[in-house]
């Protein structure tokens, strides 16, 4: 093909068997040199690639083994080809999928040499023929690998998930392990804080749980439990950095990230605040009432919300989509929505202030609604009168400080509590039309910005407040899950939101092999949490329904 126009790459499409083994497919072959790169897949069989049944026996182990694979893929390879391994994060993702049958599938994409728009035969060969089936022979093949460190990164994801499990059984919500480091290189560098500047994380012995893991043994750390607790501390003790670890806790971490055995339930969901975000007929009245403009707030629409009613119609969509652990921070929340004080109160008089601080609802959201909450806050000692737990983060190592705090709230702030209860949240139900993933040509269009945002069709959905995204290929998974939600039917126009997610769960379960039915493309799988998250900051979504609860 050397020298003849490009388009003529087409005809590379379908499956080539490799002479070292496996099959190489090409998948889509680029019609010119600046479309998107071309996508080829190697496959081997389970008994061709070797591993031992112990490694590909469960899904989870299956998830840590093709993670280590694209890993090693990505390191052999280099340009014209490009393998999506992720980073800190453990991911299910399209570019490596074991199977159950231990078979290895390796998902990537290549630009095709070129001259102009002419093929480059030779690179070509050299790419296709030489430098992939070497790398396979080296990354993907049991064999070739240092089997004490494929066993070891499996092994620690199989850790986490288990340490994760485990906590609802425990009546805890989060568990962060002795030893651990929670702090990271830099605000734009994931990797653990190095040069022996981390302190490891203590456990405080009221707080101090042990865990039977099937690898690690009996591990002892910081169990948080269920209900309401309060972070407290001095101002870059930590705080903040404890809440980030808790928020990464839902993902698995590659060994010596130092957030191993950091782990939070699978349902905690990280809410701030996020003003200038739309919002589709959330019920926020617990939080908001008697608006000056008059609106009702059970059936509350912006284009333009302000801090706290973004924050107000975060939380409850979160509660919506089945969040049953949420994450404050007060470096990201709206204060006005958090506290008012009781000189506040004097001075305002309720019937003048439509917002019904958090402070008054947190409790009964634990109590009646089975969500609990994890909140920094130091710089209100309201939340004490109303915290389970507080713990104090100092010079990094945190403190149960739960015996003093309850000391001092027998002295009364002379607040008034505002509200007693946090109503059952409505369940919305979505107009499936309103989700369009199909651009200006009518193809679908799926594509992210970084973790930031992603272009959904004709729209760009702003993903910056959607904190735990950790992977920019997590936003392609949601655009492909959103367009996955609507060809399947989970949005029908009828079903709730949170029964429309229920199902597609079970296709997010089957990892990303559901997702890979809607596009060949990198991606990693988002939870459901993310997904709901992404659509309710979709511009053109229409609620066409609200159900009440039990109802
Ligand atoms: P706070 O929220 O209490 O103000 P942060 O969590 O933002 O504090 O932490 C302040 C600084 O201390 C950050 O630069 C963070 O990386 C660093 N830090 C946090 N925890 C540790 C730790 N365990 N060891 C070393 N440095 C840490
Ligand atoms: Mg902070």
């Not at 023929?129 to 049991?142: E, G, K, M, S, T």
């Not at 946090?422 to 973790?451: E, M, Q």
């Not at 009828?494 to 060949?520: C, I, N, P």
């Amino acid at each position: 093909m050397d020298g003849a126009s490009y388009g003529r790459y087409k005809s590379l499409a379908g499956e080539w068997r490799l002479d070292g083994g496996g099959v190489l497919e090409v998948v889509r072959a680029q019609s010119d040199p600046f479309a998107p790169p071309s996508r080829i897949a190697v496959h081997l069989g389970g008994e061709e690639a070797g591993f031992p049944a112990a490694l590909t026996e469960t899904p989870v182990r299956r998830r840590a083994l093709a993670s280590y694979l694209a890993r090693r893929a990505r390191a052999e390879l280099r340009a014209p080809f490009r393998v999506d391994a992720g980073g800190q994060q453990v991911l299910d993702r399209a570019s490596c999928q074991v199977g159950a049958d231990g078979s290895v599938t390796l998902r990537l994409g290549a630009e095709l040499p070129g001259r102009g728009r002419r093929i480059d035969g030779r690179a070509a060969e050299r790419a296709l023929c030489r430098a992939l089936p070497d790398a396979v022979d080296r990354a993907l093949y049991h064999d070739a690998l240092d089997a004490k460190d494929v066993q070891r990164f499996v092994d620690t994801v199989e850790d986490t998930d288990a340490l994760r499990r485990a906590l609802p059984g425990l009546g805890l919500v989060a568990f962060v392990a002795e030893g651990a480091i929670l702090p990271r290189a830099s605000g734009v560098d994931d990797r653990p804080l190095g040069g022996g500047r981390a302190v490891p994380f203590t456990a405080p012995p009221e707080l101090r749980t042990e865990i039977e893991l099937p690898h690690a043994g009996r591990v002892s750390g910081m169990g948080i439990p269920e209900g309401v607790t309060l972070i407290v501390g001095g101002g870059f003790h930590g705080k903040s950095t404890l809440l980030r670890a808790l928020e990464a806790g839902v993902w698995d971490h590659v060994p010596g990230d130092g957030r191993e055995l950091a782990a939070a339930r699978a349902d905690t969901v990280k809410i701030r605040a996020e003003d200038g975000r739309r919002v589709q007929r959330s019920d926020v009245h617990a939080f908001v009432d008697h608006l000056p403009s008059g609106g009702d707030t059970a059936d509350f629409s912006t284009e333009n919300a302000s801090g706290s009613t973004s924050q107000a119609a975060s939380l409850v969509e979160a509660v919506e989509a089945g969040a049953r652990v949420l994450l404050i921070d007060e470096d990201t929340a709206a204060t006005n929505l958090m506290i008012r004080d009781a000189r506040m109160q004097a001075l305002v008089a309720k019937d003048r202030e439509p917002l019904t601080p958090f402070v008054d609802l947190v409790r009964s959201l634990h109590r009646d609604r089975g969500v609990s909450t994890v909140l920094v806050m130091g710089g209100s000692g309201d939340y004490i009168d109303v915290a389970d737990r507080v713990v104090m983060m100092d010079a990094y190592h945190p403190e149960d400080v739960t015996a003093r705090a309850r000391a001092l709230a027998e002295t009364p702030t002379g607040r008034t509590a505002e509200a007693d209860a946090f109503p059952p949240v409505r369940h919305r139900v979505v107009d499936p039309a309103s989700v369009d993933s199909a651009g200006r040509k009518g193809r679908s269009r799926i594509r992210p910005h970084g973790t930031d945002g992603l272009t959904f069709g004709e729209q760009d959905i702003d993903l910056r407040s959607v904190e735990q995204i950790t992977d920019p290929g997590q936003a392609v998974g949601i655009g492909l899950a959103l367009e996955l939600a609507v060809r399947r039917g989970h949005l029908d126009g009828r079903r709730t939101l949170a029964a429309a997610l229920d199902l597609l769960d079970r296709d997010l379960a089957a990892g990303a092999a559901g997702l890979l039915r809607v596009r060949d493309e990198d991606f990693a799988v988002p939870r459901r949490h993310e997904v709901a998250a992404a659509l309710n900051r979709l511009r053109s979504l229409r609620v066409s329904g609200l159900r009440d609860a039990g109802a």
